[in-house]
């Protein structure tokens, strides 16, 4: 394998969970599509909150107060500088990207009616197709499904001739959390606002891997979860174009999303907080941005063209295994490789793999529809992170070498 300029061993050193045991083998954590493991630089912002200025924001006189309200809102600033949006109010700090994707979808029911179309790739998560069914059970409005080629690239041809003015809305993932596709997000937003649609993009599995530039994109809506971006559990982002924000009502009502309240009649506070009801995760909303902080230092273009290496190898090297097929083969994708081996289930796969502390997904990864699409009960995913190593990759190649050998 080439080397890039990233230096894994040292990365490395700043996640300890990196260095455990699982069934008495060092761990090989290739789950990162899951989830991303948090580096020492992270877990010490979130001890400093508990330790030193744990508090309740935007409503204190006290210093305690305003130390976490300030940190609180740098985080937020860090957040949109990172994805380049416009005001920092434009970034509503969520408990994650479906807690992010509800809101929008929840906002709309105000917005579209019967006769009106929605418009979802083949190769949604769950948390990007239920709460537009769901949407669309409120309203009348239907659903239409943008499909996709056995390689997992999503057919534009065919999402042109779905558009028209009934589109109200068009939502898409950036990167499937299962085939590891990038998707053409440029064109699926530029068509779409042709006939004046908005466009959720769910950010969610390309955070980790690339920085998307929510002006240049031009988007109406973007979401990401930072658990996946070395951050928490139970936050999130949601970006949206102040016109958009400003036009859906709120979602939850509570404290802090107030602006004033009367039994007769209650005025909802200005941005972002209209969509931040009740107590937010103010630890994980800062340990999110020095998340970002971390990812950032460490370099987006290198952590791309890192985990490209490991991507060719991986796959180049599991393709020599007789009879394993990896489904998710577009031209342009991520480093998440899902796969079979003829005749065996994936579950066992995955059991044998971690006897030997290698930690893979097995199942439908949430995006059972592309699962029917391919009829398959679910692969076998394994998704490698800048942290990951070429001797990584090599003990998954004879994890399920040797699984093959034991099951069939
Ligand atoms: C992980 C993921 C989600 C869901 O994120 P949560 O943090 O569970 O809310 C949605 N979409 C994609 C593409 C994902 O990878």
């Given at each position: ?17 990196l ?7 060092p ?17 010490d ?8 200025y ?96 056995q ?8 999402y042109?001739?779905l ?12 990167i ?36 998307a ?57 200005d ?27 460490i370099?987006f ?5 890192y ?43 995955g059991?044998i ?37 070429q ?18």
């Amino acid at each position: 394998m080439p080397k890039t300029s990233l230096d894994v061993n040292t990365i490395r050193k700043d996640f300890p969970i990196l260095n455990r045991e699982v069934n008495g083998k060092p761990l090989v954590y290739l789950d990162n599509a899951a989830t991303s493991q948090t580096p020492q630089q992270v877990i010490d912002v979130i001890v400093d909150y508990y330790q030193n200025y744990n508090a309740n924001i935007h409503r204190g006189v006290h210093a305690l107060s305003q130390e976490a309200t300030d940190k609180y809102e740098e985080a937020r600033i860090k957040i949109q500088k990172h994805f380049n949006a416009e005001k920092s109010y434009e970034i509503i700090l969520t408990s994650g990207t479906t807690h992010s994707i509800n809101i929008v979808a929840n906002g709309f029911s105000s917005l579209i009616k019967k006769g009106d179309e929605i418009l979802v790739s083949a190769m949604e998560h769950h948390s990007n197709i239920v709460p537009w069914q769901m949407l669309c059970e409120r309203t009348g409005a239907e659903l239409k499904v943008i499909p996709m080629n056995q390689d997992g690239e999503l057919l534009m041809e065919v999402y042109s001739e779905l558009l028209s003015n009934k589109t109200k809305l068009v939502f898409c993932n950036h990167i499937s959390n299962a085939l590891g596709t990038i998707n053409p997000i440029e064109e699926i937003i530029e068509k779409a606002h042709k006939v004046g649609a908005a466009v959720l993009i769910d950010g969610a599995q390309a955070a980790p891997h690339l920085v998307a530039d929510v002006q240049k994109l031009d988007v109406d809506f973007y979401t990401i979860s930072a658990h996946k971006v070395c951050g928490p559990t139970g936050v999130g982002m949601l970006y949206g174009k102040e016109e958009w924000l400003k036009k859906l009502p709120p979602y939850q009502g509570g404290g802090e999303m107030i602006a004033e309240v009367t039994f007769e009649k209650t005025t909802y506070a200005d941005l972002p907080h209209k969509f931040e009801a009740g107590t937010p995760n103010i630890c994980g909303g800062i340990a999110f941005g020095a998340a970002l902080d971390y990812m950032n230092t460490i370099g987006f273009e290198n952590i791309a063209a890192y985990e490209h290496e490991l991507l060719v190898y991986a796959t180049t090297e599991l393709l020599k295994i007789d009879s394993l097929k990896i489904y998710g083969t577009a031209q342009q994708k991520t480093s998440v490789i899902s796969f079979n081996i003829d005749g065996v289930h994936p579950y066992d796969i995955g059991s044998i793999l971690d006897k030997l502390g290698i930690a893979v997904r097995t199942g439908h990864h949430c995006a059972q529809p592309i699962m029917d699409f391919y009829k398959i009960p679910g692969t076998v995913r394994a998704s490698f992170s800048f942290y990951n190593t070429q001797e990584e990759v090599d003990a998954l190649l004879a994890g399920v070498k040797r699984a093959k050998t034991m099951l069939l």
